[in-house]
């Protein structure tokens, strides 16, 4: 059964700091991975989409790397901003299945 | 990419009432997929609705409590049935917005039970 963890769970950084966000999934086979986030009730914004056969993905600030054999993706925030603050979901689908499994979020705060 | 409305975007309801969220996409997809995030957790799988035949549940989820409708291709409902404090949560449904886009979501249906 494919489990999916974040870390840290929560992380309160300075305006302009680098970030790494993990997740680790327990079941190589994965189909995708997609990087979320999530303002304090509301729905989802897609962030990045990583296919098995990528290993990394950019949009601007952020970059996300995927490395199957390990059961590892990170995604990098550069030079952080307040607007960055929200919780960040990362999920995968396995290969054969159509269904994400999400992680457990990291919540970030970035200080102005 | 496709692009969800989903509502109502929150609602307060009294115990052993039933609620009912809507989806309608912009475009035809085969699969929606519904999800309940509990306050503080992540998002966990409720079912997959099919365009003409039973939505799948997952396992903790019974058609009863969570009945879903699927009509065409562009639109679904999720029925929270009977609710209880419990059901207090955010609701969304997805749909696979195209391998290059991956999934995409709703902007979620907060409820709460009182």
């Known amino acids: 059964k494919q489990e999916v963890t974040q870390i840290p769970a929560a992380l309160s950084v300075p305006e302009g700091e680098n970030l790494v966000l993990n997740c680790s999934f327990t079941?190589?086979?994965?189909?995708?991975l997609q990087w979320f986030r999530q303002d304090p009730g509301k729905g989802l914004t897609s962030l990045l989409l990583?296919?098995?056969?990528?290993r990394e993905q950019t949009s601007g600030r952020l970059n996300a790397s995927l490395d199957k054999s390990s059961g590892r993706s990170t995604l990098y925030i550069a030079a952080s901003q307040p607007g960055d603050s929200a919780t960040y979901l990362c999920?995968?689908?396995?290969?054969?299945?159509?269904?994400?499994?999400f992680g457990t979020g990291t919540r970030l705060k970035v200080l102005a | 990419s496709a692009v969800i409305s989903q509502k109502p975007s929150r609602d307060i309801c009294q115990r052993g009432t039933s609620l009912t969220i809507q989806c309608q996409v912009d475009?035809?997809?085969?699969?929606m997929f519904w999800y309940r995030q509990q306050p503080g957790q992540s998002l966990t799988l409720i079912a997959t609705a099919n365009q003409g035949s039973e939505a799948t549940y997952e396992s903790g989820f019974v058609i009863d409590k969570f009945p879903i409708s699927r009509p065409n291709l562009t639109f679904s409902t999720l029925t929270v049935s009977n609710m209880s404090p419990e059901d207090s949560s955010i609701y969304l449904c997805?749909?696979?917005?195209?391998?290059?886009?991956?999934?995409?979501f709703g902007s979620g249906t907060r409820l709460t039970v009182v």
């Open positions: 999920a995968v689908t396995t290969s054969g299945t159509y269904k994400y499994i």
């Open positions: 997805s749909v696979e917005a195209g391998s290059y886009y991956g999934y995409t």
């Open positions: 079941d190589s086979a994965i189909y995708n």
């Open positions: 475009s035809q997809v085969t699969m």
């Open positions: 990583i296919q098995s056969s990528q």
